[in-house]
């Protein structure tokens, strides 16, 4: 008797990419072997050129293939999460629709997910035609994020991953709204590998995400990843009040014991209005650890993530 294979998913975004479907099919289907069943998730986020015809002419050929029609566009992420959310696979293998995701590799990550690891995740070695500013911004991202927050995000890692069936029915009890697919996985643990892969530089059509959006989503993670832009209204306030009220403490003590510098009473306005800056600073801060707690309520993330019970 022949075993029931096992059905792997692959999950694609797409957001106006209509010259490269077809490409992105004819490549895949190198890669799709009989050693497991396949389908393929289309997720058209909401694109505005004839995208949606492409997806459905290949939906209508071949079973294997679905679609998930947004509405309107509501973003890469948004997009990961339908298809993570509908794929019914032992494991899922997100890539971009653009071929900048190195089709080829997919069997390297499937071999390690058969190896035992529960995420494997596509790091990029260099990304041929990323302009300079890109570069150093997500340089500093990096740099930044692992600085602040409290989980360490490996750089340069992409959206290219393979996640195990046990990964993906925890990222679907997750709902958050203001979300960062990866990061969301990186904050879920389990095993891990990294594969390296030079990006393929875009073919057609022009990549979605300006540098404004990418800054956006940088704050967003920033944002719901560390408290420490909450706490900075704090801190500055207790430097500010301690520094200004060392001061004052040194005009009182010329005024009535040495007598030799004279300040003038704008200055020693000046101060005190400085001291009490930093005391509203410090109430700033204290009201940010209290939103804190709400902030991490709200997010309703599960406490703890169990890989297995017996
Ligand atoms: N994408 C999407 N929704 C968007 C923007 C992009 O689904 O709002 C898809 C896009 O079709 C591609 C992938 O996300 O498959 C990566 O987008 P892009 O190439 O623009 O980003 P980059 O390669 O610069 O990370
Ligand atoms: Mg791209």
Known sequence: M????????????????????????????????????????????????????????????????HVIDFSRNFGKEIALTAGI??????????LDADLQHPIEKIPDFIAKWEAGAEVVVGVREKNKGEGLV???????????????????????????RLLDRVVIDEFNKLSERNRMTRALIDWLGFRREYIRFEANERIHGVPAYSFWKLVRLAFNSVISFSLFPLKLAGYMGV????????????????????????????????????????????????????????????????????????
Not at 49 to 65: N, P, T
Not at 85 to 94: D, R, T, Y
Not at 144 to 156: A, G, H, K, L, Y
Not at 287 to 295: E, G, P
């Open 2 to 65: 022949e075993l029931e294979k096992k059905l792997l998913s692959i999950i694609v975004p797409v957001y106006n990419e209509e010259k490269n479907i077809p490409l992105f099919y004819e490549k895949i289907q190198a890669v799709l072997g009989v050693n497991y069943a396949w389908e393929i998730i289309f997720i058209n986020d909401g694109s505005r050129d004839k995208s949606i015809i492409e997806l459905e002419k290949i939906a209508g050929q071949d079973s294997r293939v």
């Open 85 to 94: 959310n509908s794929c019914q696979g032992a494991a899922c293998i997100i």
């Open 134 to 160: 890109k570069k150093i911004g997500s340089y500093f991202f990096y740099k930044m994020i692992n600085q602040i927050s409290d989980m360490e995000i490996v750089t340069r890692a992409t959206d290219f």
């Open 239 to 310: 430097i500010i009040t301690f520094l200004s009220g060392l001061l004052g403490i040194f005009i009182m003590v010329d005024r009535y014991i040495t007598k030799e510098l004279h300040f003038s009473s704008s200055v020693i306005l000046a101060v005190v209005i400085l001291f009490l800056i930093g005391i509203v600073l410090i109430c700033l801060g204290l009201i940010a650890l209290y939103i804190a707690n709400i902030h991490a309520e709200v997010t309703n993330r599960p406490m703890y993530i169990v890989r297995k019970k017996k």
